[in-house]
């Protein structure tokens, strides 16, 4: 109101001066013009409180020492002009001179018409508010249902997943934070999967290496018994029982080391000892299975290499690993075994002939529960945990363990050792 206040002090003066006797009718044109625009009213007065020029109807004169109040750069109250306006307004006015007396323009607006407009404006505001926040509030709620969906979805087939069903998978989403944990989550499924496979198969195994001994023991203590078995044969099934006895021991003591080993419990008790001595005393134990198959023992005509261990889990490791090589060597083939010993450790070999690994198959044998003899099932010895048990028990002496195959040739397996504990640290 007061910039227009000024615009028409501006324009009346112009017009006083240009029209001095025709003014007047171009400045109440003005008046109205500017007073449709805001929404206000206006006049035109002299210093001595006539009224020269209204919108909004006929009004009296205005009391001069009012008008005093307004000067050039203008002023505001909040009055009636002394009863002039009927009702107190909010009054802008400036003062302006033309052709000689002091003249003022006054804009005003009713306070009721204000309070009308404010009401109109917070009425307007509150509307729009709600309905911004409805809005906000909608697409927040679709933002949230989005966000959240994958965490939903990421739940339930994670309760799908306890409850054993390893075949669920995540879709890819859209979101690259999202799709990395649907792929870290699938990986997992998948692992879960291939483990419950693998534990399903290690069970199945368990029982047929513990069924057919225990009823070959069974049935032949039995024959002993009921006199089936003649005396004069009893010699020969008793050291068939002696060997299955042999064979459990053995299988209970492998799976006693795997979880010794993995509570972290085997330390091991280390000596020096000839490295050939579990390798004779294994190589007797297998002595029918070696004549039987016809192997031919290569590389033990050798001066004394020293290894410092324990005995007995190096004997365990010897075990496995010639017993994975009779198992696997080629009829009529051979079993050589390589030595070598520095400052710092003692390295032994066991090659075998025979059909040798596929080259997908050499960083799984050391896994647990694998077999290279898959298609044989259940009745192929063994529960794919005789070179997990041999690593780690080669690992937690501070040696490493390695495998190399040709197809058709070869399968070898290399550890070292380290001589002492400064090499082991």
């Avoid at 001994?213 to 044969?233: A, E, H, N, R, Y």
């Avoid at 972290?264 to 490295?275: D, H, I, M, W, Y």
């Avoid at 794919?384 to 040739?409: D, F, P, Q, Y």
Wanted: proline letters at 3%; glycine letters at 8%; a negative charge.
């Amino acid at each position: 109101m007061l910039k227009d206040a000024k615009a028409l002090a501006l324009y009346t003066q112009y017009k006083m001066l240009a029209e001095p006797d025709g003014w007047r009718e171009d400045v109440r044109e003005e008046l109205k013009t500017y007073s449709i625009g805001s929404n206000a009213d206006y006049m035109i007065c002299s210093d001595d409180g006539f009224v020269v020029a209204v919108t909004g109807g006929d009004v009296g004169d205005v009391d001069k020492g009012i008008l005093k109040g307004f000067d050039e750069e203008g002023a505001y109250i909040y009055d009636d002009l002394g009863g002039t306006l009927g009702e107190v307004c909010h009054i802008m006015g400036v003062s302006f001179r033309a052709n000689g007396p002091e003249y003022y323009v006054l804009a005003y607006s009713p306070k009721s018409e204000q309070d009308n407009y404010t009401k109109n404006i917070m009425e307007i505001f509150m509307v729009s508010a709600i309905a911004v926040l409805l809005v906000v509030m909608f697409l927040v709620y679709f933002a949230t249902l989005k966000l959240t969906a994958p965490i939903t979805e990421v739940a339930e087939i994670a309760k799908k997943l306890g409850g054993g069903d390893f075949s669920v998978t995540l879709p890819e989403y859209t979101t690259r934070e999202f799709n990395q944990l649907s792929e870290a989550f699938n990986e997992m499924a998948a692992n879960l999967k291939s483990y419950d496979t693998m534990r399903n198969s290690f069970l199945a195994n368990v029982s047929h290496e513990l069924r057919t001994p225990m009823t070959s023991i069974g049935g032949f203590v039995d024959g002993i018994l009921d006199g089936t078995i003649p005396k004069s044969q009893q010699g020969y099934y008793l050291r068939i029982i002696s060997s299955e006895v042999g064979r459990l021991t053995r299988l209970v003591k492998s799976m006693l080391n795997l979880a010794k080993i993995e509570a972290g419990e085997l330390e091991p008790n280390k000596t020096s000892f000839a490295v050939t001595e579990p390798i004779l005393d294994t190589l007797l134990t297998f002595e029918p299975r070696i004549n039987e198959k016809e192997i031919d023992i290569r590389g033990l005509d050798v001066q004394r290499i020293n290894m410092y261990a324990d005995i007995d889990l190096i004997h365990q490791v010897m075990y496995n690993l010639i017993e994975n090589a009779i198992k696997f060597v080629d009829k009529g083939g051979y079993i050589e075994f390589n030595f070598a010993e520095d400052n710092d450790q003692t390295t032994v070999s066991i090659r075998n002939s025979g059909e040798g690994l596929e080259e997908d198959e050499l960083p799984l044998v050391f896994d647990r529960f694998y077999k290279t003899d898959k298609s044989r099932g259940i009745h192929a010895q063994g529960l794919g945990l005789g070179l997990n048990i041999a690593r780690s028990i080669v690992e937690i002496h501070g040696g490493k363990i390695m495998v190399k195959s040709v197809k058709g040739e070869f399968t070898e397996f290399t550890f070292n050792i380290p001589k002492n504990e400064k090499n082991e640290e």
